[in-house]
């Protein structure tokens, strides 16, 4: 990336992660107790279920189908050289596994990671047990999977 794109590059990020922060926290989303609500299927029959994120969930969705149909016509974003693109496109174990970690974790928690970093903004008890638990199970599955290089050599044997 050139100097002459980093500047507006870094403050469409500020913005953009400062927008996404006021989302969480608007839609409650930084709450862990009304995603654990949300999350609780079993409260349905005593009307203790809150389905109240499943509308931010299917307008984040809406967004995004939007977003990506407008980016696909354009050659690069405004402010990089290139879209960056998943490395891997393929549903594998190392996905399924972790997206069932994930979920595990934000069921028992309430809170992902998106939520936590603008919670440090408010800094509830407890965030620290949850920030250094998400670092070292971050941690942890690096050791355990390879990423980058490693994986794509592993995967092409």
């Known amino acids: 990336m050139s100097q002459t794109t980093r500047l507006p590059y870094l403050a469409t990020a500020a913005l953009s ?3 996404f ?18 999350l609780d299927f079993g409260a349905i029959p005593a009307g203790g279920w809150d389905p109240s994120l499943a509308f931010v969930i299917v307008a984040a969705i809406g967004v995004m ?14 402010f990089d050289l290139a879209f960056n693109e998943p ?14 970690l994930f979920g595990i ?3 028992m928690s309430g809170i992902c990671p998106g939520p936590a970093l603008s919670l440090i903004a408010f ?5 620290l047990i949850f920030l250094v638990a998400l670092f070292a199970g971050s941690y942890a599955g690096g050791m355990i999977i390879p990423s980058g290089r490693d994986r794509r050599m592993a995967v092409a044997r």
Not at 87 to 100: T, Y
Not at 123 to 127: N, Q, R, S
């Open 17 to 19: 992660g400062l927008l």
């Open 21 to 38: 922060g006021a989302g969480l926290y608007v839609s409650q989303m930084v709450d862990p107790l009304k995603v654990l609500r949300f």
């Open 65 to 78: 189908f939007v977003a990506v149909r407008i980016g696909r016509k354009q050659k690069a974003p405004l």
């Open 87 to 100: 490395e891997f496109k393929r549903i594998d174990s190392p996905l399924v596994v972790g997206a069932v």
């Open 105 to 107: 974790g934000w069921g």
């Open 123 to 127: 800094w509830p008890p407890d965030l």
